[in-house]
């Protein structure tokens, strides 16, 4: 069975200032790790996956499957950023297929002016 | 379409009352799923379609919930008598990819909020 875990509901920072939201994931096999966002009104949509070490937007994800981790981190926070966002996992199946997410609960993050 | 369409937005239901919420996948998009967001709650997975064929529906969480997808296109998710926990924001997503790829994100719809009363 594969969990993902967001620990905090709410987080409010300051425009300017870091932010961290954190994830955590239990998984017996390999995973792929996504960040999806959703903003006030609108569609849920991928906001960045571990496999390709992006940053989109100023934000950035690295997995560290020693602590089976995939924090998304952005080091200045801005308004535009206030939103939902939510943690991923999809099981990595060599053979392929369509694979089912499993998501976190969510993070709403408000950033403050 | 330009995107995943799903119909309607809002639905209330009294409760012991039959839905239907429809999905309108992205044209030639092979893959289709179905999520459950309860308030509060990240997405769940119900069920998922390779064209017209149900591949997958261990998520359904009783056997009120029925998908289908005939024409392998439209999809509609029907919840048959419905309960006050059934009330939720019915998601769908849909990707062009039989075998999906790594990193490969799926397009959801905006959803069908359903209400039971």
């Known amino acids: 069975a594969q969990r993902v875990t967001q620990p905090e509901k709410l987080l409010s920072v300051f425009k300017g200032a870091p932010v961290e939201l954190k994830c955590n994931y239990s998984y017996s096999g390999s995973p792929e790790l996504f960040w999806y966002v959703q903003y006030s009104r609108q569609r849920l949509q991928l906001l960045l996956r571990?496999?390709s070490r992006e940053s989109i937007k100023g934000f950035t994800a690295d997995l560290n499957k020693g602590e089976t981790s995939f924090h998304l981190k952005k080091p200045f926070a801005q308004e535009e950023d206030s939103a939902m966002y939510y943690c991923?996992?999809?099981?990595?199946?060599?053979?392929?297929?369509?694979?089912?997410?499993?998501f976190g609960s969510g993070t709403q993050l408000t950033v403050l002016p | 379409g330009a995107g995943v369409s799903q119909s309607p937005r809002y639905k209330v239901a009294k409760r012991g009352q039959d839905v239907a919420l429809r999905c309108d996948p992205i044209?030639?998009?092979?893959?289709l799923f179905w999520y459950q967001q309860a308030l509060g709650q990240g997405p769940e997975f119900l069920t998922y379609?390779?064209?017209?064929?149900?591949?997958?529906k261990s998520g359904l969480p009783s056997d009120r919930f029925f998908a289908e997808r005939p024409e392998g296109s439209v999809s509609t998710l029907k919840i048959q008598r419905t309960q006050q926990e059934d009330s939720a924001v019915y998601l769908c997503?849909?990707?062009?990819?039989?075998?999906?790829?790594?990193?490969?994100?799926?397009?959801f719809g905006s959803g069908t909020r359903l209400t039971v009363v």
């Open positions: 991923a996992l999809s099981p990595l199946i060599s053979s392929g297929s369509a694979r089912q997410l499993t």
């Open positions: 571990h496999i």
């Open positions: 044209s030639g998009h092979v893959s």
């Open positions: 997503a849909s990707s062009s990819y039989r075998n999906v790829p790594r990193g490969y994100g799926y397009t």
């Open positions: 379609f390779q064209n017209e064929a149900q591949l997958d």
